[in-house]
């Protein structure tokens, strides 16, 4: 049975994981570094509590000692419990009226009408109505960077899709070797760090990115800079002693196709792919295959998370 086209998909699946995860690398570093998450929970919450601006009841709620506690070295906390939320709102409604400047909270006093464990649940059920669409819209600001991250990356490791295809479709000794590699591929992640301390986090996101590249490299795909690759895009090709400018301008184009590609199928994300070289295996060999022979830890980066 000929299984070119399954050899250049699985080849292309790798390919995509391994780029997925050192993106994904790459933006956990940036969120944290950026306290991308802790600031959108700010966001989210001075929101709710009809304060935007911090400078009233939202200030009051995370200058109290049980939101404190949960972010170090005085900075913002990336995650807050809807029972910690809760009971916070409720120890500042003992003991401040002005906690009632919130119409959403008053409203909810009010419903609760002196129970304070209907009050609870109300308070932890609003909040984390309002952090499923919170997180809906943290997970689009992610996408948006992953995607630039992989157009960036495409374009740095000079990895397009349609050069990629072309070698692993035309030399059989190569995509067999890409598939040998598959088959054997393993991420063994480092000891996690919290997004909290992301300067602590820098070592282990450069071992995880140089483990990756390592992973890469090995695979042999025409991909990658060099003076002659640099040089194709600048130098005019002739055509019976005249300037093709159409070749070149051919050349171009599908360099900037071949690296679009690469970005989004990157941006899909390192568990996509993952489950789909798992499948391809499968597929290739006609039945599942034992988990010790294609295993997979793809824990890296955002599958960290999920």
């Known amino acids: 049975m000929d299984f070119t086209a399954i050899d250049v998909a699985i080849g292309l699946v790798l ?10 690398t790459l933006q956990k570093f940036i969120a944290g570094l950026l306290s991308l998450r802790a600031k959108h929970l700010y966001s989210a919450i001075g929101a709710m509590l009809d304060d935007q601006k911090h400078t009233g009841l939202a200030k009051k709620f995370y200058d109290h ?31 401040d009226d002005k906690v009632l400047s919130s119409e959403s909270l008053a409203s909810l006093i009010k419903y609760a009408a002196g129970d304070a464990t209907l009050l609870k649940a109300e308070l932890g059920k609003w909040f984390d109505d309002v952090m499923d669409r919170a997180s809906g819209s943290y997970k689009r600001l992610a996408q948006a960077i992953l995607l630039s991250l992989g157009f960036l990356l495409a374009i740095g490791l000079n990895v397009s899709t349609l ?7 035309t030399e059989p000794l190569l995509s067999r070797n890409v598939v040998s590699a598959a088959e054997h591929f393993e991420v063994s992640p480092n000891a996690q760090v919290g997004l909290a301390n992301p300067i602590a986090s820098v070592g282990q996101d450069v071992g995880d990115l140089k483990l990756l590249q390592s992973k890469l490299d090995q695979l042999s795909l025409p991909i990658g800079w060099s003076r002659d690759t640099a ?11 005249r300037p093709d400018y159409h070749a070149l301008t051919w050349y171009w184009l599908a360099a900037l196709v071949g690296w679009a590609l690469t970005a ?13 070289l798992g499948n391809l295996l499968n597929a290739r060999s006609s039945g599942a295959k034992p988990a010790s ?5 793809a824990t890296v980066a955002e599958i960290r998370h999920e």
């Open 231 to 241: 040089a194709r895009f600048f130098t005019l090709p002739q055509d019976r002693g």
């Open 65 to 95: 000692a049980r939101i404190r506690s949960l972010a170090p070295l005085s900075t913002l906390p990336s995650y807050i419990p809807s029972e910690t939320f809760a009971h916070t709102l409720i120890d500042l409604a003992a003991s």
């Open 163 to 169: 050069e990629v295809a072309r070698a692993l479709w």
């Open 264 to 276: 989004l199928a990157t941006s899909l994300g390192s568990q996509f792919w993952f489950n789909t």
């Open 15 to 24: 390919l995509y994981l391994i780029l997925a995860l050192m993106c994904s």
């Open 293 to 297: 022979s294609a295993r997979v830890v």
